[in-house]
Nanobody, 124 residues
Framework: EVQLVESGGGLVQAGGSLRLSCAFS????????IGWFRQAPGKEREGVSC????????DYADSVKGRFTISSDNAKNTVYLQMNSLKPEDTAVYYC?????????????????WGQGTQVNVSS
């Protein structure tokens, strides 16, 4: 059974940092991409960052480039999203998701497995 569990959300002031974790299981063999997405109230879910386990390539949304960093710990089956210089507009529910394929991408419709999400609130 595929499972993804996010953690690390919370309340932080603008300019602060948070590290989100995505612990996954059920597909640790083979090729896969882990993506981070977010959804703010009243807005569509959007891609934030992703990492491919086959070649380590990553991708970022323009809005987070230079502030967020995605990384993985294959021994722990966990992907992290380090978020620095947070802004109020980063407030959202953050989800991690998995696509059992090769190649990093943020095409939300191709991700088959999703976690329950973790809330991030950035105060001004």
């Amino acid at each position: 059974e595929v499972q993804l569990v996010e953690s690390g959300g919370g309340l932080v002031q603008a300019g602060g940092s948070l590290r989100l974790s995505c612990a996954f299981s059920g597909f640790t063999f083979g090729d896969y991409v882990i993506g981070w997405f977010r959804q703010a109230p009243g807005k569509e879910r959007e891609g934030v960052s992703c990492i491919s386990n086959s070649d380590g390539r990553t991708d970022y949304a323009d809005s987070v480039k230079g502030r967020f960093t995605i990384s993985s710990d294959n021994a722990k089956n966990t992907v992290y999203l380090q978020m620095n210089s947070l802004k109020p507009e980063d407030t959202a529910v953050y989800y991690c998701a998995a696509d059992l394929t090769i190649g990093a991408h943020l095409n939300i419709y191709e991700y088959d497995y999703w976690g329950q999400g973790t809330q991030v609130n950035v105060s001004s």
